[in-house]
Nanobody, 123 residues
């Protein structure tokens, strides 16, 4: 099993930046694809970004492309989401997810989930 813990959320002004981290336990994370999702109050959980286990394949939601960058450091069993030029509409609870299937990390049916970290963006 894979245990995921997000961190790095916080409260920033519009235009600011945050870097989220997703720390994974276990020695098999390097072979798992990793994704990020977010959910704002009253909205469905939506896909943000995903990265394959090797880091060679990435995907972004149109709403964040060009502003967010997903990366991973398999030696540290950690994934990252660098968020720049944050907008009020980016405010949400951000969740990391992992699955053996890269496609699954772009869907809410990914096998493993963290508990989420709150990102608040003030206008």
């Amino acid at each position: 099993q894979v245990q995921l813990v997000e961190s790095g959320g916080g409260w920033v002004q519009s235009g600011g930046s945050l870097r989220l981290s997703c720390a994974a336990s276990g020695r098999t994370f390097s072979r798992y694809a990793m994704g990020w999702f977010r959910q704002a109050p009253g909205k469905e959980r939506e896909f943000v970004a995903a990265i394959s286990w090797s880091g060679g394949n990435v995907a972004y939601a149109d709403s964040v492309r060009g502003r967010f960058t997903i990366s991973r450091d398999n030696a540290k069993n950690t994934g990252y989401l660098q968020m720049n030029s944050l907008k009020p509409e980016d405010a949400a609870v951000y969740y990391c997810a992992a699955d053996r299937d890269f496609v699954a990390t772009m869907e809410t049916k990914a096998g493993y989930w963290g508990q989420g970290t709150q990102v608040t963006v003030s206008s």
